[in-house]
């Protein structure tokens, strides 16, 4: 990853509430957030967040960071009030735009991160992108524009960021959209699978589901705590590895970074109690597995994997017609597939979909808006998804 080093220069946002308190918009490195004081007050943030993002909170990011960037080049902004954060989003002074040469200041993820969405406390989203607005403005460095990915748009986060940009007469260009397959229904589980599949393909998972139960003891196992999270971190990894994944090269136990970051922040998930672990076992050994984050009102299906020796049985498949219990979990109610748009299983299973987005925002001063305003129309009359 190609970045320069951040300049810091505080930003003000003022926010709602009692007596429309002042607050400051700071960028620091990362690992000025890494101490036990910083923690806690980022928990705390994460839980009033408007929208709900696993992939930047503590547990998450932090290692992340440490894998992926271990020279500390990306940096944490932070809209405080008082001494606590009532905003957080990691930055990025990136040299390139996809395959283009393009200088930008970017919301930082990594190949495992599903979700861009800064975390923002209810009824400070527009207070934060105002302050991250004003701070790129007057830090723009070579940066062309400001970048956010993976936003998900039908969300309070989404509709301050256009609100802000309207009032401040700041162009903000949708460049990419795309469909993400949800779960989200008062139906119960029995009720939604005879909705979402012709009573053919269930009459055919209920035949796979026989056929699979002949080859041994089939059982489905389900945990939400701590217990013997190590053992099935390991054997899940070895699962992935065994199949397509592994033999592409992009397998998580291929690489010491994505191995460690898995390991680490799903044994710290599990200790907060919002890791769900799925198996489907035979004889006891998994031949399909799931992990979801819990984080309510939502959850994210983060990984799966499956045996493919018994591919023929479709234990992925039958795997996820377990996992329609989400839609009686207490306190969530919808489910990220975090799934890529139009894939051929979850599609067809989850009937409600999740707008994501790519967003690219003007900042600085009147030439680098006009230079902005040219390339978002190259990019945009070139290719409608756009130029990465």
Not at 74 to 96: F, K, N, S, T, W
Not at 143 to 152: D, S, V
Not at 190 to 198: F, G, S, T
């Amino acid at each position: 990853m190609n970045d320069e080093s951040f300049t810091m220069r505080p930003g003000k946002a003022l926010l709602p509430g009692a007596g429309e308190v002042d607050a400051s918009f700071a960028v620091t490195p990362w690992r000025a957030w890494d101490s036990p004081e910083a923690r806690a007050a980022w928990d705390a943030l994460a839980a009033r967040a408007g929208t709900p993002n696993p992939f930047f909170e503590p547990w998450y990011l932090l290692p992340g960071l440490a894998r992926f960037d271990p020279l500390g080049r990306i940096a944490i902004g932070a809209l405080i009030r008082g001494d606590m954060p009532e905003a957080l989003v990691p930055l990025q002074r990136a040299r390139r735009y996809g395959r283009h040469p393009l200088p930008h200041l970017a919301v930082w993820l990594h190949a495992n991160a599903f979700l861009g969405a800064p975390l923002v406390a209810e009824g400070a989203e527009e207070a934060f992108w105002e302050a991250l607005f004003d701070w790129a403005d007057h830090n723009a460095g070579a940066a062309a524009f400001l970048h956010a990915a993976a936003l998900p748009l039908e969300t309070a986060l989404a509709e301050a960021l256009m609100a802000v940009g309207a009032r401040q007469n700041r162009q903000v260009v949708l460049v990419h959209r795309e469909e993400r397959a949800m779960l989200a229904s008062p139906l119960a589980p029995a009720a939604y699978l005879e909705h979402a599949l012709p009573g053919k393909k269930r009459k055919e998972l209920r035949r796979q589901q026989a056929r699979l139960a002949e080859q041994g003891v089939l059982t489905i196992a389900r945990q939400s705590n701590a217990e013997g999270v190590a053992a099935w971190i390991e054997a899940f990894l070895e699962l992935e590895a065994r199949g397509w994944k592994g033999g592409a090269g992009s397998a998580l136990a291929c690489a010491d970074e994505t191995a460690g970051l898995f390991r680490e922040a799903m044994t710290a998930a599990a200790q907060r109690g919002c890791l769900e672990r799925l198996s489907l076992e035979l004889d006891g050994a998994p031949i399909a597995m799931l992990a979801t984050l819990i984080v309510a009102p939502g959850a994210f299906s983060y990984k799966t994997a499956f045996d493919e020796r018994f591919a023929r049985f479709s234990p992925g498949v039958l795997l996820q017609l377990e996992n329609l219990a989400l839609l009686e979990k207490p306190g969530v109610r919808w489910t990220d597939s975090c799934a890529a748009p139009d894939h051929p299983m979850i599609d067809s299973l989850w009937r409600e979909r999740r707008p994501i987005g790519r967003l690219s925002i003007a900042i600085g001063g009147q030439m680098r808006r006009a230079l902005f305003s040219r390339i978002a129309r190259l990019e945009l009359s070139r290719n409608p998804q756009g130029l990465t």
